[in-house]
């Protein structure tokens, strides 16, 4: 089989959606809509609109096919809850996946090359930002992740932390006049290397550590 004949002619279309996915998302960060900062939302906004495109191009002008996919899409409705939007995007794009290959053997490989290449981009990309102390996403407890946590105590509150990107819950305890923070970290050298930065400073009281 010849790979050039597998890839269809209508890549640009795969191109806008991504891009109308990651334009949502970000213009909704912009005007403070903090619960779409977190990773889940990210691949999930930009990989929804494509799995959409595949299954709905599969199914065209195929009503047998049409009717069993209703049938195939409903395994995703689980009676457990689901614990995040991209847990519930990937099972969709794995139907999705079956189905499509059964039908066009090429939107199949289409879907498959399009999960891959959004995954490892966002990764690469947000290695890359965390080089210049940024961030493409934010961690977030209601993704049903584990974290790599530092929990710490000071005696007044502190810039670099309060303007941490992996700042997660922060308090004052007025009766004990002390700051508490808590970050979460996707892995162990990041938290290493934030806890290095701030070893030095003479307001923290205590400092603890959790590792997944």
Not at 77 to 106: D, Q, Y
């Amino acid at each position: 089989m010849n790979f050039i004949n597998i890839i269809p002619i209508n890549i640009y279309i795969i191109v806008f959606l991504t891009f109308c996915g990651f334009a949502i998302r970000f213009s909704l960060v912009y005007v403070g809509q903090k619960w779409a900062r977190g990773y889940h939302h990210l691949v999930t906004y930009a990989l929804l609109p494509n799995i959409t495109f595949i299954i709905t191009t599969t199914i065209a002008n195929n009503i047998a096919l049409s009717l069993g996919m209703i049938g195939a899409l409903s395994i995703v409705r689980f009676r457990n809850p689901v614990k995040s939007p991209l847990e519930l995007t990937m099972f969709f794009a794995l139907i999705t996946l079956g189905i499509s290959a059964s039908a066009s053997f090429k939107y199949s490989l289409l879907l498959f090359g399009i999960l891959l290449f959004v995954i490892y981009s966002i990764e690469f990309i947000q290695n890359y930002f965390l080089k210049y102390n940024k961030t493409l996403y934010s961690l977030s407890f209601n993704e049903g992740e584990i974290f790599n946590l530092l929990e710490i105590e000071s005696s007044t509150n502190i810039e670099i932390i309060e303007n941490s990107d992996n700042l997660v819950n922060s308090y004052f305890n007025s009766e004990e006049n002390k700051w508490s923070y808590k970050l979460a970290f996707k892995n162990k050298k990041e938290l290493k290397e934030f806890k290095k930065n701030i070893d030095q400073n003479n307001q923290i009281l205590s400092i603890s550590t959790s590792f997944n």
